[in-house]
């Protein structure tokens, strides 16, 4: 069984608005934090937003993230979300959302995918006119 589940994603024109989700299975939100990234083709697999477990509650995103897009979570769902307003082509990436092999891991400044063991199999995010 897949632990983390995307969806949410799509074709959208810039400017436009899209919220992904990461549903959460077999590990609770409370003790784990969770981290979104993407992947254009031919670059390396980035963070884009990161929320921490409820111990910590900190949210950190990456420069081009910052003013755009935010991170959220619903335990009573055990699913989090990234929410994306103003998109720009730029933004146009396969998405996954992740966790780490072990608690206490807390979101501050950029994270990295080889900080993260549980991924989720990503979801399509196009911004096109």
């Known amino acids: 069984q897949v632990p983390l589940v995307e969806s949410g994603g799509g074709l959208v024109q810039p400017g436009g608005s899209l919220t992904l989700s990461c549903a959460v299975s077999?590990?609770?939100?409370?003790?784990?934090?969770i981290g979104w990234f993407r992947q254009a083709p031919g670059t390396p697999r980035e963070g884009v937003s990161c929320?921490?477990?409820?111990?910590?509650?900190?949210?950190s995103y990456t420069d081009s993230a910052k003013g755009r897009f935010t991170i959220s979570r619903d335990h009573a769902k055990n699913t989090v979300y990234l929410r994306m307003n103003s998109l720009k082509s730029e933004d146009t990436a396969v998405y996954y959302c992740?966790?780490?092999?072990?608690?206490?891991?807390?979101?501050?400044?950029?994270?990295?995918?080889?900080?993260?063991?549980?991924w989720g199999q990503g979801t399509q995010v196009t911004v096109s006119s």
């Open positions: 077999g590990f609770s939100l409370d003790l784990y934090a």
């Open positions: 992740a966790a780490p092999r072990m608690t206490g891991y807390v979101c501050y400044g950029q994270h990295h995918a080889y900080e993260f063991y549980y």
């Open positions: 929320i921490s477990s409820s111990v910590d509650n900190r949210t």
